[in-house]
Protein backbone atom coordinates (compact mmCIF):
# COMPACT_ATOMS: atom_id res chain seq x y z
CA UNK A 1 0.00 0.00 0.00
CA UNK A 2 1.10 3.69 -0.92
CA UNK A 3 1.47 5.84 1.93
CA UNK A 4 2.94 9.30 2.42
CA UNK A 5 5.71 10.43 4.77
CA UNK A 6 2.95 11.22 7.19
CA UNK A 7 1.37 9.80 9.86
CA UNK A 8 -2.20 9.79 7.94
CA UNK A 9 -2.25 6.99 5.36
CA UNK A 10 -3.78 6.71 2.23
CA UNK A 11 -6.66 4.18 3.46
CA UNK A 12 -7.46 6.64 6.35
CA UNK A 13 -7.89 9.40 4.17
CA UNK A 14 -10.21 7.51 1.70
CA UNK A 15 -12.50 6.95 4.58
CA UNK A 16 -12.02 10.68 5.62
CA UNK A 17 -13.42 11.67 2.37
CA UNK A 18 -15.92 9.44 2.09
CA UNK A 19 -17.60 10.14 5.52
CA UNK A 20 -17.09 14.16 5.29
CA UNK A 21 -18.09 14.11 1.31
CA UNK A 22 -15.04 16.06 0.59
CA UNK A 23 -14.66 17.02 -3.09
CA UNK A 24 -12.55 19.20 -5.34
CA UNK A 25 -12.69 22.43 -3.49
CA UNK A 26 -14.50 21.80 -0.42
CA UNK A 27 -13.08 23.30 2.82
CA UNK A 28 -12.02 20.94 5.77
CA UNK A 29 -10.94 22.66 8.93
CA UNK A 30 -7.88 20.60 10.72
CA UNK A 31 -6.63 21.53 13.83
CA UNK A 32 -3.01 21.53 13.91
CA UNK A 33 -1.33 19.55 16.65
CA UNK A 34 2.38 18.11 17.78
CA UNK A 35 3.11 15.58 15.76
CA UNK A 36 -0.12 15.30 13.51
CA UNK A 37 0.05 15.32 9.95
CA UNK A 38 0.07 19.10 8.66
CA UNK A 39 -1.71 20.68 5.54
CA UNK A 40 0.64 19.65 2.91
CA UNK A 41 0.88 16.14 3.60
CA UNK A 42 -2.59 15.88 4.26
CA UNK A 43 -3.39 17.17 0.64
CA UNK A 44 -0.95 14.41 -0.31
CA UNK A 45 -3.15 11.75 1.51
CA UNK A 46 -6.19 12.83 -0.47
CA UNK A 47 -4.13 13.24 -4.11
CA UNK A 48 -3.28 9.20 -3.51
CA UNK A 49 -6.80 8.93 -2.94
CA UNK A 50 -8.17 10.29 -6.04
CA UNK A 51 -11.16 12.02 -4.75
CA UNK A 52 -10.03 15.61 -5.14
CA UNK A 53 -8.41 17.76 -2.60
CA UNK A 54 -10.41 20.22 -0.45
CA UNK A 55 -9.07 23.91 0.58
CA UNK A 56 -7.50 22.65 3.56
CA UNK A 57 -7.44 25.57 6.42
CA UNK A 58 -5.63 25.00 9.70
CA UNK A 59 -6.81 25.86 13.01
CA UNK A 60 -4.77 25.73 16.31
CA UNK A 61 -5.66 24.30 19.07
CA UNK A 62 -7.98 26.75 21.12
CA UNK A 63 -8.73 28.53 18.58
CA UNK A 64 -12.59 28.81 16.53
CA UNK A 65 -12.93 29.32 13.37
CA UNK A 66 -12.17 33.37 12.60
CA UNK A 67 -13.54 33.56 9.03
CA UNK A 68 -16.82 34.33 7.91
CA UNK A 69 -17.74 31.70 5.31
CA UNK A 70 -20.06 28.11 5.96
CA UNK A 71 -19.16 26.21 8.66
CA UNK A 72 -17.05 23.33 7.39
CA UNK A 73 -16.29 19.93 8.59
CA UNK A 74 -13.26 19.34 10.77
CA UNK A 75 -10.44 17.36 11.09
CA UNK A 76 -8.36 16.44 14.41
CA UNK A 77 -5.53 13.77 14.34
CA UNK A 78 -4.82 13.30 17.72
CA UNK A 79 -3.14 9.73 16.98
CA UNK A 80 -0.22 10.62 18.31
CA UNK A 81 -1.38 10.84 21.93
CA UNK A 82 -1.34 9.46 24.45
CA UNK A 83 -2.67 10.46 28.22
CA UNK A 84 -0.70 8.91 30.83
CA UNK A 85 -2.95 10.33 34.19
CA UNK A 86 -6.50 11.18 33.89
CA UNK A 87 -7.29 14.73 35.62
CA UNK A 88 -10.26 16.24 36.58
CA UNK A 89 -11.98 18.00 33.31
CA UNK A 90 -12.44 21.63 32.52
CA UNK A 91 -15.12 22.93 33.97
CA UNK A 92 -16.86 23.74 30.93
CA UNK A 93 -17.31 20.68 29.22
CA UNK A 94 -17.61 18.74 32.12
CA UNK A 95 -21.30 20.62 32.27
CA UNK A 96 -21.78 19.51 28.59
CA UNK A 97 -20.73 15.90 29.61
CA UNK A 98 -23.57 15.80 32.52
CA UNK A 99 -25.69 17.21 30.17
CA UNK A 100 -25.20 14.09 27.91
CA UNK A 101 -25.69 11.28 30.74
CA UNK A 102 -26.05 12.71 34.26
CA UNK A 103 -23.63 11.84 36.99
CA UNK A 104 -21.46 9.74 34.41
CA UNK A 105 -18.56 12.52 35.02
CA UNK A 106 -16.74 10.40 37.20
CA UNK A 107 -17.94 6.91 36.19
CA UNK A 108 -16.34 7.34 32.43
CA UNK A 109 -13.33 7.65 31.04
CA UNK A 110 -14.47 10.96 29.05
CA UNK A 111 -10.62 12.42 28.19
CA UNK A 112 -10.27 10.66 24.53
CA UNK A 113 -13.83 11.93 23.67
CA UNK A 114 -13.21 15.24 24.36
CA UNK A 115 -11.55 15.83 20.92
CA UNK A 116 -15.08 14.51 20.24
CA UNK A 117 -17.02 17.57 21.50
CA UNK A 118 -14.44 19.45 20.74
CA UNK A 119 -14.11 18.53 16.61
CA UNK A 120 -18.35 18.99 16.65
CA UNK A 121 -18.11 22.75 18.33
CA UNK A 122 -15.31 23.85 16.06
CA UNK A 123 -17.93 21.96 12.95
CA UNK A 124 -20.94 24.07 13.61
CA UNK A 125 -23.60 21.41 13.25
CA UNK A 126 -21.49 20.05 10.28
CA UNK A 127 -19.85 16.79 10.31
CA UNK A 128 -16.60 15.83 11.90
CA UNK A 129 -14.05 13.18 12.11
CA UNK A 130 -10.99 12.20 14.90
CA UNK A 131 -8.41 9.97 14.89
CA UNK A 132 -7.37 8.47 18.19
CA UNK A 133 -5.49 5.51 19.64
CA UNK A 134 -7.84 2.48 19.95
CA UNK A 135 -6.59 1.79 23.32
CA UNK A 136 -7.80 5.10 24.58
CA UNK A 137 -11.35 4.29 23.10
CA UNK A 138 -11.08 0.83 25.01
CA UNK A 139 -10.73 2.49 27.99
CA UNK A 140 -14.08 4.75 27.30
CA UNK A 141 -16.42 2.39 26.23
CA UNK A 142 -18.81 3.67 28.69
CA UNK A 143 -18.30 7.36 27.51
CA UNK A 144 -18.46 6.06 23.53
CA UNK A 145 -22.08 4.19 24.15
CA UNK A 146 -23.37 7.26 25.88
CA UNK A 147 -22.09 9.19 22.68
CA UNK A 148 -23.39 6.84 19.79
CA UNK A 149 -27.03 6.68 21.84
CA UNK A 150 -26.83 10.52 21.61
CA UNK A 151 -26.53 10.46 17.61
CA UNK A 152 -22.95 12.00 17.88
CA UNK A 153 -20.84 9.21 17.29
CA UNK A 154 -22.22 8.04 13.44
CA UNK A 155 -19.77 5.12 13.03
CA UNK A 156 -16.05 4.00 13.56
CA UNK A 157 -13.66 3.20 11.71
CA UNK A 158 -10.72 0.90 12.99
CA UNK A 159 -7.66 1.35 11.12
CA UNK A 160 -5.32 -1.60 10.31
CA UNK A 161 -2.17 -2.01 12.61
CA UNK A 162 0.61 -0.45 10.23
CA UNK A 163 -1.92 2.54 9.74
CA UNK A 164 -0.68 5.05 10.84
CA UNK A 165 1.79 3.02 14.12
CA UNK A 166 3.16 -0.20 13.25
CA UNK A 167 2.50 -1.12 17.17
CA UNK A 168 -0.98 0.40 17.94
CA UNK A 169 -4.60 -0.19 16.14
CA UNK A 170 -6.22 3.55 15.62
CA UNK A 171 -9.55 4.29 15.46
CA UNK A 172 -11.34 7.08 13.06
CA UNK A 173 -14.41 8.73 14.78
CA UNK A 174 -16.93 10.12 12.32
CA UNK A 175 -18.99 12.46 14.40
CA UNK A 176 -22.06 14.86 13.42
CA UNK A 177 -24.42 16.86 15.76
CA UNK A 178 -27.50 16.87 13.82
CA UNK A 179 -29.34 19.97 14.43
CA UNK A 180 -27.67 20.60 18.12
CA UNK A 181 -24.93 22.67 19.20
CA UNK A 182 -22.18 21.53 21.38
CA UNK A 183 -20.88 23.99 23.20
CA UNK A 184 -17.03 23.36 24.09
CA UNK A 185 -15.19 27.13 25.38
CA UNK A 186 -11.56 27.23 25.84
CA UNK A 187 -10.24 28.28 28.99
CA UNK A 188 -6.68 30.07 27.86
CA UNK A 189 -4.36 30.42 30.89
CA UNK A 190 -0.43 30.21 30.70
CA UNK A 191 1.77 27.77 31.64
CA UNK A 192 2.88 24.20 29.82
CA UNK A 193 -0.07 21.60 29.69
CA UNK A 194 1.28 18.91 27.46
CA UNK A 195 4.53 16.96 27.78
CA UNK A 196 5.95 16.09 24.31
CA UNK A 197 8.32 13.90 23.65
CA UNK A 198 11.21 14.96 21.30
CA UNK A 199 15.20 13.23 20.63
CA UNK A 200 16.58 15.78 22.65
CA UNK A 201 14.58 16.24 25.89
CA UNK A 202 12.44 13.79 27.10
CA UNK A 203 9.75 15.95 27.98
CA UNK A 204 9.54 19.89 26.04
CA UNK A 205 6.73 21.97 27.15
CA UNK A 206 4.09 22.82 24.55
CA UNK A 207 1.11 25.52 25.63
CA UNK A 208 -2.27 24.13 24.80
CA UNK A 209 -5.11 26.32 25.33
CA UNK A 210 -8.57 23.39 25.22
CA UNK A 211 -8.09 22.73 28.79
CA UNK A 212 -5.95 23.41 31.71
CA UNK A 213 -5.95 20.62 33.38
CA UNK A 214 -4.71 18.01 30.94
CA UNK A 215 -0.97 17.04 31.47
CA UNK A 216 1.35 14.66 31.02
CA UNK A 217 0.45 13.36 27.53
CA UNK A 218 3.24 10.75 26.47
CA UNK A 219 3.81 10.38 22.83
CA UNK A 220 4.68 6.84 21.08
CA UNK A 221 4.38 4.95 24.02
CA UNK A 222 3.13 1.28 23.80
CA UNK A 223 1.57 0.32 26.37
CA UNK A 224 0.60 -3.42 27.01
CA UNK A 225 1.07 -6.46 28.50
CA UNK A 226 1.01 -10.05 26.82
CA UNK A 227 -2.43 -11.72 26.45
CA UNK A 228 -3.11 -14.78 28.28
CA UNK A 229 -4.20 -18.39 26.89
CA UNK A 230 -6.22 -20.94 28.67
CA UNK A 231 -7.70 -23.84 28.29
CA UNK A 232 -11.06 -24.65 28.62
CA UNK A 233 -12.48 -27.91 27.59
CA UNK A 234 -11.12 -28.69 23.71
CA UNK A 235 -11.12 -25.36 23.37
CA UNK A 236 -8.30 -22.53 23.66
CA UNK A 237 -9.87 -19.18 24.67
CA UNK A 238 -8.24 -16.07 24.59
CA UNK A 239 -8.84 -14.40 27.68
CA UNK A 240 -7.92 -10.61 28.69
CA UNK A 241 -8.51 -9.62 32.36
CA UNK A 242 -9.02 -5.71 33.35
CA UNK A 243 -10.21 -3.12 35.68
CA UNK A 244 -13.50 -1.75 35.14
CA UNK A 245 -16.54 -0.15 37.18
CA UNK A 246 -14.64 -1.17 40.37
CA UNK A 247 -14.19 -5.07 40.10
CA UNK A 248 -12.53 -7.81 37.17
CA UNK A 249 -14.21 -8.58 33.73
CA UNK A 250 -12.82 -10.91 31.96
CA UNK A 251 -13.96 -10.92 27.95
CA UNK A 252 -13.71 -13.98 25.70
CA UNK A 253 -11.98 -12.74 23.02
CA UNK A 254 -11.76 -15.56 20.37
CA UNK A 255 -11.87 -19.35 19.35
CA UNK A 256 -11.68 -21.60 16.86
CA UNK A 257 -14.60 -22.60 15.02
CA UNK A 258 -16.27 -21.97 18.17
CA UNK A 259 -19.73 -23.39 19.26
CA UNK A 260 -21.65 -23.23 22.29
CA UNK A 261 -22.31 -26.68 23.72
CA UNK A 262 -23.72 -27.96 27.22
CA UNK A 263 -21.65 -25.78 29.87
CA UNK A 264 -20.07 -23.41 28.63
CA UNK A 265 -19.33 -20.82 30.71
CA UNK A 266 -19.14 -17.06 29.56
CA UNK A 267 -17.95 -14.10 31.51
CA UNK A 268 -18.93 -10.51 31.93
CA UNK A 269 -18.96 -7.58 29.61
CA UNK A 270 -19.15 -3.62 29.96
CA UNK A 271 -22.04 -1.92 30.78
CA UNK A 272 -24.40 0.11 28.98
CA UNK A 273 -26.73 2.63 30.64
CA UNK A 274 -30.36 4.18 29.43
CA UNK A 275 -30.72 7.89 29.65
CA UNK A 276 -32.89 7.00 32.52
CA UNK A 277 -30.27 6.52 35.86
CA UNK A 278 -31.04 3.48 37.70
CA UNK A 279 -28.42 2.13 40.42
CA UNK A 280 -27.18 -1.41 40.53
CA UNK A 281 -29.99 -2.73 42.56
CA UNK A 282 -32.23 -2.27 39.77
CA UNK A 283 -31.03 -5.00 37.45
CA UNK A 284 -29.29 -7.87 38.60
CA UNK A 285 -26.19 -9.45 36.65
CA UNK A 286 -27.03 -13.12 34.81
CA UNK A 287 -24.48 -15.79 34.82
CA UNK A 288 -25.62 -18.90 32.81
CA UNK A 289 -23.84 -22.23 34.00
CA UNK A 290 -24.69 -25.43 33.83
CA UNK A 291 -27.37 -25.44 31.18
CA UNK A 292 -29.32 -28.52 31.50
CA UNK A 293 -30.32 -29.99 27.65
CA UNK A 294 -33.81 -29.17 28.07
CA UNK A 295 -32.77 -25.76 28.93
CA UNK A 296 -30.99 -25.41 26.28
CA UNK A 297 -33.71 -26.86 23.79
CA UNK A 298 -35.91 -24.42 25.07
CA UNK A 299 -33.63 -21.43 25.51
CA UNK A 300 -34.47 -20.83 28.93
CA UNK A 301 -31.03 -19.07 30.51
CA UNK A 302 -30.50 -20.37 34.33
CA UNK A 303 -29.37 -17.47 36.98
CA UNK A 304 -26.00 -18.12 39.21
CA UNK A 305 -28.06 -18.57 42.02
CA UNK A 306 -29.87 -21.35 40.17
CA UNK A 307 -26.91 -22.73 38.65
CA UNK A 308 -26.04 -25.55 41.41
CA UNK A 309 -29.64 -26.65 41.90
CA UNK A 310 -31.83 -26.56 38.93
CA UNK A 311 -34.79 -27.64 40.19
CA UNK A 312 -34.63 -24.94 42.92
CA UNK A 313 -38.21 -23.38 43.85
CA UNK A 314 -36.43 -20.06 43.73
CA UNK A 315 -35.19 -20.52 39.96
CA UNK A 316 -36.60 -17.85 37.76
CA UNK A 317 -35.60 -18.34 34.26
CA UNK A 318 -34.27 -15.52 31.57
CA UNK A 319 -35.74 -16.36 28.31
CA UNK A 320 -35.51 -14.89 25.10
CA UNK A 321 -38.36 -13.63 22.73
CA UNK A 322 -39.36 -16.45 20.60
CA UNK A 323 -40.73 -12.93 18.13
CA UNK A 324 -38.95 -12.57 14.57
CA UNK A 325 -37.14 -9.37 13.59
CA UNK A 326 -35.40 -9.72 10.46
CA UNK A 327 -32.48 -8.09 11.26
CA UNK A 328 -31.11 -10.75 13.38
CA UNK A 329 -30.89 -14.00 11.94
CA UNK A 330 -29.46 -16.55 14.78
CA UNK A 331 -27.83 -20.24 14.29
CA UNK A 332 -27.02 -22.55 16.89
CA UNK A 333 -23.38 -21.49 18.67
CA UNK A 334 -24.15 -17.73 18.18
CA UNK A 335 -23.76 -15.28 21.17
CA UNK A 336 -26.12 -12.54 22.05
CA UNK A 337 -24.69 -10.21 24.37
CA UNK A 338 -27.15 -7.95 26.69
CA UNK A 339 -25.62 -4.29 27.72
CA UNK A 340 -28.40 -2.77 29.61
CA UNK A 341 -26.71 -3.07 33.10
CA UNK A 342 -27.35 -1.12 36.71
CA UNK A 343 -24.59 1.53 37.09
CA UNK A 344 -21.80 -0.81 38.58
CA UNK A 345 -23.10 -4.27 37.02
CA UNK A 346 -21.63 -6.62 34.68
CA UNK A 347 -23.80 -9.50 32.46
CA UNK A 348 -22.91 -12.48 30.82
CA UNK A 349 -22.82 -13.94 27.14
CA UNK A 350 -26.06 -15.66 26.95
CA UNK A 351 -25.76 -19.26 24.31
CA UNK A 352 -29.21 -19.44 21.74
CA UNK A 353 -29.82 -22.83 20.97
CA UNK A 354 -30.52 -24.19 18.01
CA UNK A 355 -34.35 -24.44 17.97
CA UNK A 356 -34.01 -20.51 18.18
CA UNK A 357 -33.21 -20.11 14.57
CA UNK A 358 -34.71 -16.77 14.48
CA UNK A 359 -35.19 -14.39 17.60
CA UNK A 360 -36.37 -11.24 18.47
CA UNK A 361 -34.22 -9.68 20.78
CA UNK A 362 -35.57 -7.99 24.07
CA UNK A 363 -34.33 -4.81 24.30
CA UNK A 364 -32.60 -5.31 21.03
CA UNK A 365 -31.11 -1.93 21.31
CA UNK A 366 -28.91 -3.15 23.56
CA UNK A 367 -27.56 -6.48 22.23
CA UNK A 368 -24.70 -7.47 19.93
CA UNK A 369 -24.36 -10.71 17.71
CA UNK A 370 -21.58 -12.41 17.66
CA UNK A 371 -20.57 -15.01 15.35
CA UNK A 372 -17.33 -16.42 15.48
CA UNK A 373 -16.34 -19.14 13.26
CA UNK A 374 -14.75 -17.11 10.82
CA UNK A 375 -15.15 -19.64 8.07
CA UNK A 376 -18.89 -19.41 7.99
CA UNK A 377 -18.53 -15.38 8.61
CA UNK A 378 -20.52 -12.93 6.01
CA UNK A 379 -18.72 -9.66 5.62
CA UNK A 380 -21.29 -8.31 7.46
CA UNK A 381 -20.72 -9.98 10.89
CA UNK A 382 -17.01 -10.04 10.52
CA UNK A 383 -17.65 -5.85 10.80
CA UNK A 384 -19.57 -6.43 14.19
CA UNK A 385 -17.11 -8.92 15.43
CA UNK A 386 -14.27 -6.67 14.98
CA UNK A 387 -16.05 -4.29 17.13
CA UNK A 388 -16.08 -6.96 19.92
CA UNK A 389 -12.76 -7.62 19.63
CA UNK A 390 -11.50 -4.22 19.37
CA UNK A 391 -13.95 -2.00 21.14
CA UNK A 392 -14.06 -3.17 24.08
CA UNK A 393 -10.91 -5.06 25.35
CA UNK A 394 -9.38 -2.65 27.39
CA UNK A 395 -5.87 -1.23 29.18
CA UNK A 396 -4.74 -0.98 25.29
CA UNK A 397 -5.00 -5.15 24.55
CA UNK A 398 -6.73 -4.34 21.29
CA UNK A 399 -3.64 -3.88 18.85
CA UNK A 400 -1.60 -7.16 20.94
CA UNK A 401 -4.70 -9.03 20.86
CA UNK A 402 -5.42 -8.75 16.54
CA UNK A 403 -1.33 -9.04 16.16
CA UNK A 404 -1.62 -12.41 18.29
CA UNK A 405 -4.10 -13.80 16.14
CA UNK A 406 -2.80 -12.88 12.87
CA UNK A 407 0.40 -14.29 14.03
CA UNK A 408 -1.53 -17.70 14.38
CA UNK A 409 -1.38 -19.77 11.53
CA UNK A 410 -3.94 -22.19 12.77
CA UNK A 411 -6.65 -19.43 13.45
CA UNK A 412 -8.33 -18.09 9.97
CA UNK A 413 -8.51 -14.52 12.17
CA UNK A 414 -8.98 -10.92 10.65
CA UNK A 415 -6.36 -9.82 8.56
CA UNK A 416 -4.59 -6.79 9.40
CA UNK A 417 -5.07 -5.05 5.93
CA UNK A 418 -8.41 -4.95 6.48
CA UNK A 419 -10.42 -1.81 6.89
CA UNK A 420 -13.31 -2.10 9.51
CA UNK A 421 -16.50 0.21 9.43
CA UNK A 422 -18.60 0.12 12.31
CA UNK A 423 -22.33 1.39 11.54
CA UNK A 424 -24.53 2.07 14.58
CA UNK A 425 -27.15 -0.51 14.15
CA UNK A 426 -31.01 0.74 13.84
CA UNK A 427 -31.77 -0.99 16.75
CA UNK A 428 -28.96 1.21 18.80
CA UNK A 429 -30.11 4.42 16.95
CA UNK A 430 -32.04 6.61 19.93
CA UNK A 431 -33.90 8.34 16.85
CA UNK A 432 -35.51 4.86 16.06
CA UNK A 433 -39.10 3.51 17.40
CA UNK A 434 -37.36 0.27 18.56
CA UNK A 435 -35.06 2.13 21.44
CA UNK A 436 -37.24 4.73 22.46
CA UNK A 437 -40.05 1.60 23.05
CA UNK A 438 -37.65 -0.34 24.95
CA UNK A 439 -36.27 2.33 26.57
CA UNK A 440 -39.81 3.26 28.19
CA UNK A 441 -40.51 0.16 28.72
CA UNK A 442 -37.46 -0.35 30.90
CA UNK A 443 -37.97 3.52 32.96
CA UNK A 444 -41.59 2.17 33.29
CA UNK A 445 -40.43 -1.38 34.96
CA UNK A 446 -37.74 0.28 37.23
CA UNK A 447 -40.16 3.24 38.37
CA UNK A 448 -43.19 0.54 39.03
CA UNK A 449 -40.54 -1.18 41.19
CA UNK A 450 -39.82 1.67 42.73
CA UNK A 451 -43.29 3.06 43.74
CA UNK A 452 -43.73 -0.68 44.75
CA UNK A 453 -40.76 -0.54 47.42
CA UNK A 454 -42.17 3.34 48.47
CA UNK A 455 -45.28 1.67 48.92
CA UNK A 456 -44.50 -1.04 50.95
CA UNK A 457 -42.05 1.46 53.19
CA UNK A 458 -44.99 4.13 54.36
CA UNK A 459 -47.13 0.58 54.93
CA UNK A 460 -44.29 -0.10 57.32
CA UNK A 461 -44.15 2.77 58.74
CA UNK A 462 -48.07 2.75 59.19
CA UNK A 463 -47.93 -0.08 60.90
CA UNK A 464 -45.12 0.99 63.23
CA UNK A 465 -47.23 3.71 64.36
CA UNK A 466 -50.62 1.88 64.70
CA UNK A 467 -49.02 -0.10 67.11
CA UNK A 468 -47.48 2.95 68.83
CA UNK A 469 -50.92 4.44 69.11
CA UNK A 470 -52.11 0.98 70.41
CA UNK A 471 -49.40 0.35 72.74
CA UNK A 472 -50.32 4.16 74.43
CA UNK A 473 -53.65 3.27 74.84
CA UNK A 474 -53.52 0.35 76.58
CA UNK A 475 -50.89 2.15 79.11
CA UNK A 476 -53.83 5.07 79.82
CA UNK A 477 -55.83 2.21 80.62
CA UNK A 478 -53.70 0.19 82.71
CA UNK A 479 -53.23 3.56 84.79
Not at 22 to 50: H, I, M, W, Y
Not at 456 to 468: F, H, I, S, T, Y
Amino acid sequence: MRETTSSLPRLTAAALSRALNLEQGSRLLTVRLPGAVDAEDLAKCFTLNGNGVPDICELEPGKQNASDDDAAPVFVDASNYYRANKHDIEKDSAALIDYLEPGYLDFCDWGPFIWCLYALALSGRTRAAVVLPADLLDKAEQARTILIREGLIESVVYLPLSEPRPYMTSALLILSSGNRSVAFRSAIEPGPRFQYVTKTSYYSDITFSISPDWARIDTNTPRSTPIETSTFATRELLQHHAALSKGKISLIAITRNYSATLGDSFTRVAPFMPRESTTSNDIDAVEVRRISSQDFQDGNLLPVDASDNQNSSDSKFVKVDPSVLDRYELRAGDIVMPRMLGRYGASNLLVVSSDDAKQHLVASHNTTVIRPSFQTMTEDERVVFSEIIVGYLTEGHGAQLIQALTEAASIRAIRPSDLFEIEVPPALDPRTREYSESINRFAEVVRTKKQAEATVAQAQRDLEGAKKAVTQVVDQTCE
